[in-house]
């Protein structure tokens, strides 16, 4: 259910906001899957709705609990772009992103212009299109680094297939917004309905099979050309691992198991009090800590439990992104001793703060990119007592293991991610 607040009144708002979404958990039995997706996205710094629960009452009866979900409107845009002018373009009902054409009416039964309906302008969205499908690969990241956030876009793909919400851009091919930032003239990526996240929308595929995607799933890689083009673009294959290394490395049982017993405990009763959901309150329980089979029931079949999921799509991931590089822990080889960095990621320059009692001025740094290619000479470095200044130079965005040596000792490692 959507709730227009101020379709007759216009000044009517709840705390600033006047639409929001009431969605029912439809095909989740544990009532977390939007839930956890949406906040953590949020909390790393990726454009998505902000989500809470509410007890729903229709006339004095109580209907249910519902997930409430943020509108990704003007008011959204100006929060998190500070800009609500540009165009807003919903890529449903099929938003493949595929080139259709320069005649922009080829476009209109496959997106939505949310906003600006009387100038009714498709001609950025027509462009960003163009760019993404008809730019030769040698060219690409000069031009579509002039259309879109690319850095922002490579962590929400990333998101949709940590979280294998695959009923989005790289699966089903929709549910998401593009906004024109016009303080930048670039489109920003937005998302939108992830209620099945965790593997709900599972193209045939089983649980271990979801849990096991593959780093670059693409349905139809061919029908989902700007992801599929970024690949081809070494700086883009780069930008995007570094993005999914980076989330995955916050993607743990140990870092979300104790926020899904909290979520879970505050709604438990709420939930038992729902006579109009869909599944059980034992099936509620159930699918927080294992798989579950729900039948002919909405979802159908098995639905992966929300723990062990994570466990095991954290090391799939983890097996998967090594050849690249990753390390998804700050320093994986040498437990008792970290070095510290930020900003992380960081645009010019990173301070690496080194353990206790070593001295900067007696320490090496190499700086390796996902190929293992040595690239220290695109960086300058500078030592100040237990820290190293690294200054960016000629280094392209992405990601990047920084190995810090001192005599005798063996080497401490880095995750350092570069944003243009």
């Known amino acids: ?107 209109y039964s496959k997106y939505e212009l949310d906003n600006n309906e009387t100038a009714n302008d498709w001609s950025d969205l027509v462009h960003l299109i163009d760019e993404a499908n008809n730019t030769p690969i040698a060219e690409l990241h000069d031009s579509l680094e002039t259309v879109l ?114 979520l879970a405990n505050a709604i438990r009763s709420d939930v038992y009090a729902d006579n109009m959901k869909f599944y059980s309150n034992q099936q509620f329980e159930d699918n927080i800590v294992m798989d579950i089979n729900v039948g002919q029931q909405p979802g159908g079949g098995n639905i992966a439990g929300i723990k062990p999921f994570i466990g095991a799509r954290h090391n799939a991931l983890l097996s998967q992104l090594q050849a690249f590089g990753c390390w998804l822990g700050t320093n994986e080889l040498t437990k008792n001793e970290t070095v510290g960095s930020y900003p992380n990621p960081f645009s010019s320059s990173c301070t690496l703060e080194l353990p206790a009692g070593w001295n900067a001025s007696d320490c090496t740094l190499q700086l390796s990119d996902l190929s293992g290619r040595d690239v220290s000479g695109c960086v300058s470095l500078g030592r100040e007592g237990e820290k190293l200044l690294l200054r960016r130079n000629a280094l392209p965005p992405g990601m990047y293991l920084a190995s810090i040596s001192r005599q005798g000792g063996s080497p401490l490692h880095v995750r350092l991610i570069v944003s243009d």
């Open 1 to 107: 259910m959507k709730l227009d607040l101020d379709e007759y009144v216009s000044s009517h708002d709840i705390d600033g906001l006047k639409k929001l979404n009431l969605n029912n958990g439809f095909k989740d039995p544990s009532f977390l899957r939007e839930k956890l997706m949406l906040d953590f996205m949020n909390e790393h710094g990726m454009a998505a709705p902000r989500c809470t629960y509410a007890k729903v009452y229709l006339n004095g009866t109580y209907w249910g609990l519902y997930m409430l979900v943020e509108e990704a409107n003007n008011k959204f845009c100006k929060q998190r772009f500070g800009n609500d002018d540009g165009n807003r373009f919903k890529g449903d009902p099929s938003g493949d992103l595929k080139w259709l054409g320069s005649t922009p009416s080829n476009y």
């Open 149 to 262: 956030n690319t850095w922002s876009f490579a962590y929400h793909w990333a998101a949709d297939n940590l979280f294998v919400n695959l009923d989005s851009y790289i699966g089903s091919g929709h549910n998401y917004f593009v906004y024109r930032n016009t303080w930048t003239n670039r489109f920003e990526w937005i998302h939108w309905d992830v209620n099945e996240a965790f593997g709900n929308f599972n193209f045939g595929m089983n649980i271990s099979q979801l849990q096991n995607l593959s780093w670059n799933y693409l349905n139809q890689a061919a029908n989902r050309p700007l992801c599929n083009r970024m690949l081809q673009d070494p700086t883009y294959q780069s930008m995007y691992v570094a993005a999914l290394c980076d989330l995955a490395a916050d993607f743990t049982n140990a870092a979300l198991d104790a926020k899904i017993d909290s």
